[in-house]
């Protein structure tokens, strides 16, 4: 199996780490033992030949000093005999012998003559020589493998060092990351076998930890900006509108999961006593979308209040808007205001692509409405009042008006199946029948999860 490096390329694992130490000992001591082996055969020799001349000259001298002081050797000699150069026979055997000097150890060798008036002949070797040669062959194997075992040593410990020096990095490495340094990297390019292997799997870890932990910033941002955005929501609920008796007047936004996308709704009732809904969407997501809302919602709750017609607070809001907003801002809305005396109504739609779905209970069916216009902030004003149209309405009893935000009838099922217009109107006859709290399980019961957009609703019903 083969590894990965940090550049991308993939790199053939090597040997391990124990087969290369194992691999580069022996070699090394198979050098250093027949380094040795020639050395301590050397020696030998040499050994040997210093000591065979020695015993010679031992030979020569104790026989010598014998010979002056009249040696004689002794009858009870215990003597082993054997070949010798030249077809001679040799005897050997310590003895004591008396010399003018007193008794002296010696070693004996004596040559038989080769005819009988012959006498023997003797020779005298210090008794000694053994220990001689012990102790110069002692010397000579303490000083070959003293020296092969400090070689050994010497190339264990630098291959030790040359395992250990990455090891020791990467130990450094790993206690800068613990400290907080997540731009250290793990050094590991002069390592080898498994300590390679280890560099590049700690490496990897790292990266899984920086990863991680932007992961986890990032989603802990998310949250916190969906928690805003929530108390924004929860702190902007629409105005609670008491409508005059024979009307009635519902809201309702289906929150989506995380920081949503800022649609929103609007009840008004000013002091002539005219009722007005309003369903915007902001053309951005999170933290901008929901100031983006809150400005537009602000300035169309304004002019509305103050008495405005829907098309004068949208061209007011547009102004202000156009003034405020960086460019690529905008938010679309639509308004629909009814006077409840007099049952006139006014549907304005500032650039909002989802139609109004009114019930028409004469007719006994559901119109679409979609009035045109473009999007608040968008014109600085000329383009904006031109393109802005404003549909007139009869609301009679039994009819009913429902607004609702973009993303409802962009609202997809698990199957990838989208709620379209006709899925809009659906909904918007469960609402007229069994309520805001039907319609809402029922559109829920269709995505078959969390909504991933906010679902703005306003319903307005004249019931007599």
């Given at each position: 199996?083969?590894?990965?490096?940090?550049?991308?390329e993939?790199?053939?694992?090597?040997?391990?780490?124990?087969?290369?130490?194992t691999?580069g000992?022996g070699m090394?001591?198979?050098?250093?033992a027949?380094?040795?082996?020639w050395?301590?055969l050397?020696?030998?020799?040499?050994?040997?030949?210093?000591?065979v001349?020695?015993?010679r000259r031992?030979m020569?001298a104790?026989?010598?000093?014998m010979?002056e002081n009249?040696?004689?050797?002794?009858?009870?000699?215990?003597?082993l005999e054997g070949?010798?150069p030249?077809?001679k026979r040799v005897?050997?055997g310590?003895a004591?012998v008396?010399?003018a000097?007193g008794?002296?150890?010696?070693?004996?060798?004596?040559?038989p003559?080769?005819a009988?008036?012959?006498?023997p002949?003797?020779?005298?070797?210090?008794?000694?020589s053994g220990?001689r040669a012990?102790?110069?062959?002692?010397?000579v194997?303490?000083?070959v493998?003293g020296t092969?075992?400090l070689a050994?040593?010497i190339?264990?410990a630098?291959?030790?060092?040359?395992?250990?020096a990455?090891?020791?990095?990467?130990?450094?490495?790993?206690?800068?990351?613990s400290?907080?340094?997540l731009d250290?990297?793990?050094?590991?390019?002069n390592a080898?076998?498994e300590?390679a292997h280890?560099?590049?799997a700690?490496?990897?870890?790292?990266?899984?930890?920086v990863?991680?932990?932007?992961?986890e910033?990032?989603?802990?941002?998310?949250?916190a900006e969906?928690?805003h955005?929530?108390?924004?929501?929860?702190?902007?609920r629409?105005?609670k509108v008491?409508p005059?008796?024979?009307w009635?007047?519902?809201?309702?936004l289906?929150e989506?999961?995380?920081?949503?996308?800022?649609?929103?709704?609007?009840?008004?009732?000013d002091?002539r006593?005219r009722i007005?809904?309003?369903?915007?969407?902001?053309a951005?997501?999170?933290m901008?979308?929901a100031?983006l809302?809150?400005?537009?919602?602000?300035?169309?709750r304004s002019?509305?209040l103050a008495?405005?017609?829907?098309?004068?607070?949208?061209d007011?809001?547009?102004?202000?808007?156009?003034?405020?907003?960086?460019?690529?801002l905008?938010c679309?809305a639509?308004?629909l205001?009814?006077?409840?005396?007099?049952?006139a109504?006014?549907?304005v739609?500032?650039?909002?692509?989802t139609?109004?779905?009114?019930?028409?209970?004469?007719?006994?069916?559901?119109?679409?409405?979609?009035?045109?216009g473009?999007?608040?902030?968008?014109?600085?004003?000329p383009v904006?009042r031109?393109?802005l149209?404003?549909?007139?309405?009869?609301i009679?009893p039994?009819?009913?008006?429902l607004?609702?935000s973009?993303?409802?009838?962009?609202?997809a099922?698990?199957n990838?199946r989208e709620l379209?217009?006709?899925g809009l109107?659906t909904?918007?006859?469960?609402a007229?029948e069994?309520?805001m709290d039907a319609?809402?399980?029922?559109?829920?019961?269709?995505?078959?999860?969390?909504?991933?957009a906010d679902?703005?609703?306003?319903?307005l019903?004249?019931?007599a």
């Amino acid at each position: 199996m083969s590894e990965r490096t940090n550049d991308g390329e993939r790199r053939k694992p090597g040997p391990g780490l124990a087969a290369r130490f194992t691999l580069g000992l022996g070699m090394v001591s198979v050098v250093l033992a027949a380094a040795a082996a020639w050395i301590l055969l050397r020696s030998l020799d040499t050994v040997q030949d210093d000591l065979v001349e020695d015993a010679r000259r031992g030979m020569a001298a104790e026989t010598a000093w014998m010979n002056e002081n009249g040696a004689q050797i002794p009858e009870d000699i215990v003597a082993l005999e054997g070949a010798g150069p030249r077809g001679k026979r040799v005897q050997s055997g310590d003895a004591t012998v008396t010399t003018a000097q007193g008794a002296v150890a010696t070693r004996i060798y004596t040559v038989p003559g080769s005819a009988p008036e012959l006498a023997p002949a003797a020779f005298y070797a210090p008794r000694d020589s053994g220990a001689r040669a012990s102790a110069h062959l002692l010397l000579v194997v303490v000083l070959v493998i003293g020296t092969l075992v400090l070689a050994t040593v010497i190339v264990g410990a630098w291959t030790a060092r040359r395992i250990a020096a990455p090891l020791n990095e990467m130990v450094e490495d790993v206690l800068a990351i613990s400290r907080g340094r997540l731009d250290r990297r793990i050094r590991g390019a002069n390592a080898v076998g498994e300590v390679a292997h280890l560099a590049t799997a700690m490496e990897r870890m790292v990266a899984d930890l920086v990863e991680g932990q932007e992961t986890e910033r990032a989603l802990v941002a998310s949250q916190a900006e969906a928690e805003h955005l929530r108390a924004l929501r929860r702190n902007l609920r629409p105005m609670k509108v008491a409508p005059p008796s024979g009307w009635s007047v519902e809201t309702r936004l289906v929150e989506a999961e995380g920081a949503g996308s800022g649609d929103f709704s609007d009840a008004l009732r000013d002091e002539r006593g005219r009722i007005t809904l309003v369903v915007g969407a902001p053309a951005a997501e999170g933290m901008p979308g929901a100031l983006l809302m809150a400005m537009t919602r602000a300035y169309l709750r304004s002019a509305v209040l103050a008495g405005a017609d829907p098309a004068v607070a949208c061209d007011a809001a547009n102004a202000a808007l156009n003034r405020d907003l960086t460019r690529g801002l905008y938010c679309s809305a639509m308004l629909l205001q009814a006077d409840p005396a007099s049952g006139a109504a006014a549907l304005v739609s500032t650039g909002h692509r989802t139609p109004a779905v009114r019930w028409d209970a004469a007719a006994g069916r559901w119109k679409r409405l979609q009035p045109n216009g473009i999007a608040l902030g968008f014109d600085e004003g000329p383009v904006f009042r031109k393109a802005l149209e404003t549909l007139h309405l009869d609301i009679r009893p039994g009819d009913a008006v429902l607004l609702a935000s973009p993303s409802v009838v962009a609202a997809a099922a698990r199957n990838g199946r989208e709620l379209g217009e006709g899925g809009l109107a659906t909904l918007a006859k469960i609402a007229l029948e069994d309520g805001m709290d039907a319609m809402e399980q029922k559109l829920r019961a269709f995505l078959g999860a969390k909504p991933q957009a906010d679902m703005a609703f306003a319903l307005l019903r004249r019931t007599a």
